[in-house]
């Protein structure tokens, strides 16, 4: 290491100590006036516009109608972001050239998605299964990451000198939002599991030659399968609820406390998790129309086994 690399090294480092030093004489723990207020959570979306606030707090939840909430505000600013850099990668891209800039990183993204789902779904089933995968893994992903801009719980509504509601909010930490996409999933897998197999797919739900066999265990094997699919949907919906809602809970807590360089640690963290996260989702999705596809054997075979 050279030694002006050495000296850059050393004033990043006694830089951090610093404001780390600082962070813990203006934080929660030390001071009585902290330097960040007391973060508040609230679990359910807040309106953004101001008449739908008030009817929100006057009937003490949200209007069962329409409303524009930070969560959903915040997942159109991502779908907005995510069309504009994937416009600007396929602009980047002509023929006889090699693409550079944003097209480079877009077509290196697009790529490694691509050779991931082929390495589980096959070459023949890629085609048909990329396009989601690769919705539900970018829009997860970008959305967590989105979330943990500094003007996320920064921006808002002041009332009294205080912030009475956030303009934006991670989509993630909305239920709505991991549903919603659960349910895309699991209609997704249900769907090809029925093109490709046809009405025997349900077979391996509905076991009634195992049951006429005598084969208990087996039947109720297949209905266990049966509900199973509609876990699925419990599961995917809370991991991604819970994970993401936990995440922003932890940088509220730890930037009152320890305000500065100690959350920039969990930041770090919290890039992984969101990627983590949309892979997960995505990944466990491809596994399980992957599955759904295969041709299942006959009840006669189950009951030979």
Known sequence: MSPNAKRALFAILAAAGVLALVGVMLGGIVSKTPFVPKPEVHLPPQPVLAADAQEAEEAHKLPDRFIITNTLLSSWIATGLLLLLFWLGARGVKDNQAPRGIANMVEAVVETMYGFVEGIAGRDNTRKFFPLFATIFIFVTFNAWLGLLPIYPTLGFIEDGEVVRHLLRPAGTDLNMPLAIAVVSFVFV???????????????????????????????????????????????????????????????????????SFPLLFYGLELLVGLIQGLIFSGLTLVFVTLAIQPHGGEGEHGGH
Request: hydrophobic letters at 55%.
């Open 190 to 260: 249900e769907f090809w599991g029925i093109r490709s197999v046809g009405l025997g797919y349900f077979g391996k739900f509905f076991r009634l030659g195992s049951l006429l066999k005598g084969q208990v265990i087996d039947f109720f094997v297949g209905i266990l399968e049966l509900i199973s699919e509609f876990i699925r949907l419990v599961s995917f919906t809370f991991r991604l609820f819970g994970n993401m809602t936990a995440g922003e809970i932890l940088l509220l807590v730890f930037t009152f406390l320890l305000p500065f």
